[in-house]
């Protein structure tokens, strides 16, 4: 168990639909990460939360929305998306360099999304 | 912008063999360099990492090198095992806790 954990783990959704994807950080982490990865691509930063403020967005389209209500918890809410944008969706969390801790980044199992 | 590349893309090594990946990064800002391990059906698990101002740190069976100079680290596995097999990723820390990571490595351990 990785402390962070995601549900769904897997999810197939047409283009018209809306769906939600949560992460939850067991950790006492203050920092969590939204990541995308496509096959034989690296791993793309999506966002970034720190103390539920976001800090950064490399220019994701706005068919993803992220949401962070507390520390603990993030979403990422998804509408009308493209089938190109089937991958795995990973969350992780750390501990920001406001509060003095490290820089590693813990994460969750992933999200498995298909967009038919 | 930044960038990361890491090589091979896939290896395969005999059981007790040594496994070596390697990765050069663009942004001599970089300070921190993780290594993370990412099993089927499983998330990344971090291995072992570095700092800037370490030339090299070892843990067990791992080992990774840093070459500031060169723009380069490396992953050392000894002794590998077939537990060992998976898909390995490094990464170099850039701006504020954004890790700008390689496009894996896939190595297979055979018995």
């Known amino acids: 168990e990785t402390g962070v954990t995601q549900t769904p783990r897997h999810l197939v959704m047409g283009m018209t639909n809306k769906k939600s994807l949560k992460c939850e950080q067991h950790?006492?982490?203050?920092?969590m990460y939204w990541y995308k990865q496509s096959a034989k691509k690296p791993l793309e930063l999506m966002f970034v939360?720190?103390?539920?403020?976001?800090?950064e967005n490399n220019s994701v389209p706005s068919r993803f929305s992220p949401e962070c209500p507390n520390s603990s918890h993030l979403f990422l809410h998804l509408h009308t998306l493209q089938p190109e944008d089937s991958a795995l969706y990973l969350c992780?969390?750390?501990?920001?360099?406001?509060?003095?801790?490290?820089?590693?980044?813990?994460f969750g199992p992933g999200t498995r999304l298909t967009v038919t | 912008g930044e960038n990361v590349e890491q090589h091979p893309s896939t290896l395969s090594v005999q059981e007790g063999d040594s496994a070596v990946i390697k990765c050069t990064y663009s942004d001599s800002a970089s300070n921190y360099f993780p290594w993370y391990k990412q099993e089927l059906g499983k998330g990344s698990q971090l291995i072992i990492d570095i700092r800037s101002n370490v030339g090299e740190k070892k843990d067990q069976r791992i080992a990774v090198t840093l070459n500031k100079t060169a723009k380069h680290f490396s992953l050392h596995i000894t002794e590998t095992q077939p537990e060992d097999s998976a898909v390995y990723f490094c990464a170099a820390k850039g701006g504020y806790n954004k890790l700008i990571f390689g496009a894996g490595t896939r190595l297979a351990v055979h018995p």
């Open positions: 950790l006492g982490h203050n920092a």
């Open positions: 992780a969390s750390s501990q920001g360099p406001t509060s003095g801790g490290s820089s590693e980044q813990y």
């Open positions: 939360y720190s103390l539920e403020e976001r800090v």
